[in-house]
């Protein structure tokens, strides 16, 4: 079963840094696509960054110049460097994994969760 499990959220104040990570089994889930997003209660989860696997990386204008999405296939992880945190980054932090299945049709997996409050 493929898993993706996210670790690295926290409490940082305003213009401090976190580093997330999303760890997964690339002997059962080889992802052409991790991204990570990110939801607020009440509001629809949106996308923050994304990274594939031939290595082209996007990001959201919000977290432009703030943000690093990485990858190290060695370690099958997925990470998001953030600097210069703001209150509105406040949200739990989502890795997300798309590959193509044994049928070969788009599958999308999906991490817990991982809690990112900023503020003094």
């Known amino acids: 079963q493929v898993q993706l499990m996210e670790s690295g959220g926290g409490k940082v104040q305003p213009g401090g840094s976190l580093s997330l990570s999303c760890v997964y089994d690339?002997?059962?889930?080889?992802?052409?696509?991790l991204a990570w997003y990110r939801q607020t209660p009440g509001n629809q989860r949106e996308f923050v960054a994304d990274i594939m696997s031939d290595g082209p990386r996007n990001y959201a204008n919000f977290v432009k110049g703030r943000f690093t999405v990485s990858r190290d296939r060695a370690k099958s992880t997925l990470y998001l460097q953030m600097n210069g945190l703001k209150p509105e980054d406040t949200a739990t932090y989502y890795c997300?994994?798309?590959?193509?299945?044994?049928?070969?049709?788009?599958?999308?997996?999906w991490g817990q969760g991982t809690q990112v409050t900023v503020s003094y």
């Open positions: 997300n994994g798309v590959c193509v299945d044994a049928q070969g049709k788009r599958a999308t997996y």
């Open positions: 690339e002997t059962i889930f080889t992802p052409y696509r």
